[in-house]
């Protein structure tokens, strides 16, 4: 089992940034690739970005203003999203995957996640 707890959230205006944090705890870390994905009200839950070993992918949408990064000795992984959008407000959440079974963006194969944090932003 592996538990993830999010942090970071917040209400920022449109332009800001903010930095999500996920930190995990119980199987090794370093085994898992990170995923980030967001669910907005009346929407589906989508990828935003994910980290395997060193290779990290990102959504069109948050390309070149968002960030993933892992801290293995800290078991954390981030998110630095950058100039912000109304558009971006949703619930994001981190996830875990083992780094060989299959697409990092496929949602379904994440097995473990976090409860979320909610992330507004103004216009």
């Known amino acids: 089992q592996v538990q993830l707890v999010e942090s970071g959230g917040g209400l920022v205006q449109g332009g800001g940034s903010l930095r999500l944090s996920c930190a995990a705890s119980?199987?090794?870390?370093?085994?898992?690739?990170m995923g980030w994905f967001r669910q907005a009200p009346g929407k589906e839950r989508e990828f935003v970005a994910a980290?395997?070993?060193?290779?990290?992918y990102y959504a069109d949408s948050v390309k070149g203003r968002f960030t993933i990064s892992r801290d293995n000795a800290k078991n954390t992984v981030y998110l630095q999203m950058n100039s912000l959008k109304p558009e971006d407000t949703a619930v994001y959440y981190c996830?875990?995957?083992?780094?060989?079974?299959?697409?990092?963006?496929?949602?379904?194969?994440?097995?473990?996640w976090g409860q979320g944090t909610q992330v507004t932003v103004s216009s």
């Open positions: 980290i395997s070993f060193s290779s990290t």
């Open positions: 996830a875990a995957k083992n780094h060989y079974s299959g697409s990092i963006y496929s949602l379904s194969l994440y097995e473990y």
């Open positions: 119980g199987r090794t870390f370093s085994n898992y690739a």
